[in-house]
């Protein structure tokens, strides 16, 4: 497996920035040095710690969002 290609893509790839700024954010909260390029230095507890707590904030804002009655994502 090579070092340099990723098989992540974003589904909606408009959203990519948005995405990437998303994670420096929520590493940041963590307390991860996460830097733009290589992270090797890093492990897959903190990596994994980032991209949990992404999970959990995305599935918060999508509940607060649906309890509203706002569906402007239906399923």
């Known amino acids: 497996m090579s070092n340099t290609t990723s098989s992540n893509r974003a589904v909606v790839?408009?959203?990519?920035?948005a995405l990437d700024r998303f994670k420096f954010e929520v590493a940041n909260e963590l307390g991860v040095p996460l830097t733009d390029g290589y992270n090797g230095n890093l492990t897959s507890k903190q990596n994994g710690s980032v991209g949990g707590y992404m999970v959990k904030k995305m599935i918060e804002a999508q509940e607060r969002?649906?309890?509203?009655?706002?569906?402007?994502?239906q399923f």
């Open 65 to 73: 969002q649906m309890s509203t009655g706002s569906q402007s994502g």
């Open 13 to 17: 790839p408009e959203a990519k920035g």
